[in-house]
């Protein structure tokens, strides 16, 4: 199965820079309506057989033009929604408190589950409730899904599932709005990242880090 985890397009909390994870969420700035429009596009080349999209708002009305290309309905799932900020939301990510988030989240990522965001969810709820709509997803039969979630849940689920993401590479690495992880596996057999918004990600064995991405041969010295 091939799994693409897509991040929302832009909302104004976005650009201020804000932990906005409760539902249902805000809507899209101008730029995000356009980033949206512009991912069947993008996709073009993937050969989609289901679209999934997370409760908030900004999740849906990205995960929409995708699937009306594609003529299929949006299957909308809880489970892939941003990890609940709790006591943190709507704080600025980049002060003090706010970076206790990202911390908090990488430590799940490293086995730390039972840790919990100041009352918001622990790393064993997250993981579980994302692991679910991908078990359904695989269950669909579909050969290639997209998932429409958010960049924190989304990292974090990689680097917890993906056997050649590391997680400083994670951690270095903000996915941009509309941002796409490929990956291909299952559930029972395990998961492998491709591509991390459009870099390939170095294969398990190959000479580099674990989850280096690394140029396109064509932009190589």
Known sequence: MRLLLVRHA????????????APPGPALTALGEEQAAALPAALADEDIEAVYASTLIRARLTAAPLAAARRLDVRVRDGIR????GDLEMLPGDSEQ?????????????G???????????????????????AEAARSGAGTVALVSHGAAIRMWTAA????????????????NTGVVALEGGPATGWTALTWADETVVPPGEPGPTGEAVPDAEQRP
């Open 161 to 176: 599932r993906a056997g050649n993401v590391s997680i400083p590479f994670a951690a270095a690495h903000p996915l941009r």
């Open 10 to 21: 832009e909302t104004p909390s976005n650009v201020r820079h804000l932990l906005d994870t």
């Open 112 to 134: 730390d589950t039972a840790l919990r965001l100041p009352g918001g969810e622990s790393g064993a709820q997250v993981l579980a409730r994302y692991d679910a709509v991908v």
């Open 98 to 110: 706010g970076r206790l988030y990202m911390k908090t989240v990488f430590a799940w990522a490293a």
């Open 82 to 85: 941003e990890i609940a900020a």
